[in-house]
């Protein structure tokens, strides 16, 4: 499958940027790392989320249904799959492997193509929060 840098993608690359993974597993025979994709969520509040957005997205990039996983003993939900040309093309545009911890940044082709909005639209989907805040006696909304 052929990858292009459009909507779909800046959607989904600002997803991995607020809960996504990219990382290397070892595999049974350990002579080579396995290329896996991570997508954690709550099963409370993402559901929906991923039903609707990231699925159909999983769907047009891997040509197959991509299976949610239920993880009861911590509430979450998961996408754990491993495609090696997806994680590729991931990692080419910026995207860390391993630990995010302070090396997430939006790279310039987003800028570049005028997809910024869809990155951060990505991003606040999975960790962007509204709430009104009370200063001093009118209420604010703050992101």
Do not use: H, W
């Amino acid at each position: 499958m052929e990858f292009k840098i459009d909507k779909d993608f800046a959607l989904f690359y600002g997803i991995m940027l607020g809960d996504g993974c990219l990382c290397l597993a070892n595999r049974k025979n350990r002579r080579t790392k396995m290329k896996v994709i991570t997508i954690t969520g709550s099963s409370i509040d993402d559901l929906p989320f991923f039903q609707k957005v990231v699925s159909p997205i999983l769907l047009r990039f891997r040509g197959k249904e991509t299976n949610i996983k239920f993880r009861k003993d911590c509430n979450a939900i998961e996408y754990n799959f491993s495609d090696e040309k997806l994680f590729d093309f991931i990692s080419r545009v910026g995207f860390p492997i391993g630990k995010k911890i302070d090396r997430l940044f939006i790279p310039k082709i987003f800028y570049d193509l005028n997809l910024v909005r869809y990155v951060v639209a990505g991003f606040f989907a999975t960790d962007g929060i509204i709430v009104l805040t009370k200063n001093p006696n009118k209420y604010y909304p703050r992101l």
